[in-house]
């Protein structure tokens, strides 16, 4: 059996080219064709930079597939009813 696994910082979604482009990122997670994805840097509501998205959420919806996260920082605020969080993500198909 052969599985690919790719890992991918993804700078919250910034480029070389300084813009935040989510579905850039997807299209290169689906050209790799890989059965588990590792992603660092990823961002949940977590602040400016990344408008405040879930993009765990967007990226695992736009792809088609399950996942998982792991906060490496949390920030309760007093201005957002959500917490901020940045870390890492772990993506996959789903079992059939």
């Given at each position: ?33 890989a059965d588990i ?20 959420s967007w990226l ?37």
């Amino acid at each position: 059996m052969e599985i690919r696994v790719i890992t991918f910082n993804i700078h919250h979604g910034k480029g070389i080219d300084k813009q935040v482009d989510l579905y850039r990122i997807a299209e290169v997670i689906e050209i790799s064709d890989a059965d588990i994805i590792g992603l660092n840097e990823v961002d949940k509501h977590f602040s400016k930079r990344s408008l405040y998205k879930n993009q765990i959420s967007w990226l695992a919806k736009q792809l088609k597939l399950e996942h998982a996260f792991s906060p490496s920082l949390s920030i309760n605020s007093k201005n957002l009813k959500i917490q901020q969080r940045y870390g890492s993500m772990e993506m996959h198909l789903a079992s059939q």
